[in-house]
């Protein structure tokens, strides 16, 4: 991913969609708050990162802000909390130790975040990653304050097979039991959770089919006509996002294709277990395989510079980058794992290849460098029909509208 915008970019998006709200379900008429509401509706939203939320959720900020509606962020402080308060978020500092497993300080992170929701009283509360989805439901149970769960990709936890995740599949099985319902991104992450026995009341699963993109922030963009060819790999710099074989891969394709590059955006040496340091990029960099980009507050000139966007991840819930890739009109190479083939439809709008599997990336970059223009050309307008099917943010927020009418009885 990359760097926190400017507060001046969010002044500079456009309004959220704001669709007619339908008549109040039954269940919500009769919810105790809705008959004479006597303060705005509260939404907290909490996460390992307010990056992530200022990056991932503004259209259902600004949906939020527009009616009105108390929003907080409670997150680890970092360069997004000023953007956020200037789009009319209160933000409240939260401490997690996101790569840690010191029992100590997750504790911490529960009681701290059950002070918050009995100092704030939000009206219901939405947990995103890990930490803040186990011990943020139990401690919004605690508080006797409704929350919701989205699992926004499921990492390490079934990606490795080690006691820490062991240990974090059992407190997902008694920490689900307390949320309003349990989002998913995708459903192999859904069928994953019901297969291993970790969902108490399964009923509440409910399937988000990703958290959408801003179409009009994205607009479809014509591939660029350049003598080079250029990859680029967006994200944070971890190696569980397939880091390693993008590298290996370039190395592989360098004699045959001279004319490719290969650049990686996105921060380094993030809290992270998997994270990659700025040494081993500057290694890279030195050896002339890869070009660093840095990190950027705006992902959209580097995608609209870039041939083709390319996620060799080991696991994903739907990544963000791979759907704004696709709404710009940029085929894609992915790995065939959960998430990123709810991106790609291989062979339509981009090609999947094997995970950590630098012979399989390597082939389909190479597949990718011999299609002629045309045959891009047709991918990256397949790509966009398809984001504009099944991504569009606008839905995704009336998702998370009915679900707040339902447990508020509040219409925003």
């Known amino acids: 991913m990359c760097a926190p915008a400017p507060a001046a970019i969010a002044s500079q998006r456009r309004p959220a969609f704001v669709n007619p709200s339908p008549a109040p379900t039954a269940a919500a008429a009769s919810a105790p708050q809705s008959a004479a509401r006597r303060h705005p509706l509260h939404v907290a939203l909490v996460c390992n990162t307010a990056w992530a939320i200022y990056t991932y959720r503004r259209g259902l900020l600004r949906a939020l802000a527009e009616a009105g509606a108390q929003v907080t962020v409670i997150a680890p402080r970092d360069r997004t909390f000023e953007p956020l308060v200037a789009m009319g978020c209160r933000c409240v500092e939260l401490p997690v130790a996101s790569k840690g497993t010191n029992p100590l300080d997750d504790l911490?992170?529960?009681?701290?975040?059950?002070?918050?929701?009995?100092?704030?009283?939000?009206?219901?509360?939405?947990?995103?990653?890990?930490?803040?989805?186990?011990?943020?439901?139990?401690?919004?149970?605690?508080?006797?304050?409704?929350?919701?769960a989205v699992t926004t990709g499921l990492g390490y936890v079934f990606i490795q097979k080690s006691r820490a995740a062991q240990v974090a599949k059992r407190l997902y099985r008694f920490a689900f039991r307390f949320p309003r319902e349990v989002w998913f991104l995708n459903r192999d992450d859904e069928a994953a959770f019901k297969d291993g026995n970790l969902l108490a009341h399964p009923e509440r699963a409910r399937?988000?089919?990703?958290?959408?993109?801003?179409?009009?922030?994205?607009?479809?963009?014509?591939?660029?006509?350049?003598?080079?060819?250029?990859f680029v790999l967006i994200g944070r710099l971890l190696w569980d996002k397939g880091v390693g074989?993008?590298?290996?891969?370039?190395?592989?394709?360098?004699?045959?294709?001279?004319h490719a590059r290969f650049r990686l955006l996105g921060p380094v040496g993030v809290d992270n277990p998997s994270a990659i340091s700025r040494e081993e990029v500057a290694m890279w960099e030195r050896e002339g395989v890869i070009e660093y980009l840095g990190e950027t507050a705006d992902v959209r000139p580097f995608i609209a510079d870039a041939d083709c966007v390319v996620l060799p991840s080991y696991r994903e819930g739907v990544p963000r980058t791979l759907m704004e890739a696709s709404a710009m009109g940029r085929p894609i190479v992915a790995t065939n794992v959960p998430g990123c083939r709810e991106v790609v439809a291989d062979g339509v709008n981009g090609l999947l290849c094997e995970a950590r599997d630098a012979?399989?990336?390597?082939?389909?970059?190479?597949?990718?460098l011999d299609l002629d223009g045309p045959a891009r050309a047709a991918?990256?307008?397949?790509?966009?029909?398809?984001?504009?099917?099944?991504?569009?943010?606008?839905?995704?927020?009336?998702?998370?509208?009915?679900?707040?009418?339902?447990?508020?009885?509040?219409t925003f």
């Open 245 to 258: 074989e993008y590298v290996e891969a370039a190395r592989t394709l360098r004699a045959r294709y001279p």
């Open 359 to 368: 012979a399989s990336l390597a082939a389909g970059l190479a597949r990718m």
């Open 379 to 410: 991918m990256a307008a397949r790509g966009r029909k398809k984001i504009e099917k099944e991504f569009d943010e606008r839905v995704v927020v009336q998702r998370y509208r009915e679900l707040i009418r339902e447990i508020t009885g509040s």
């Open 207 to 230: 399937l988000l089919h990703g958290e959408g993109v801003d179409l009009e922030d994205f607009p479809l963009t014509p591939l660029p006509e350049l003598a080079e060819f250029a």
């Open 108 to 148: 911490r992170t529960l009681l701290a975040l059950y002070r918050h929701y009995r100092a704030l009283k939000p009206d219901v509360v939405f947990h995103y990653t890990i930490k803040p989805n186990i011990y943020g439901s139990i401690a919004a149970w605690l508080a006797r304050t409704p929350s919701v």
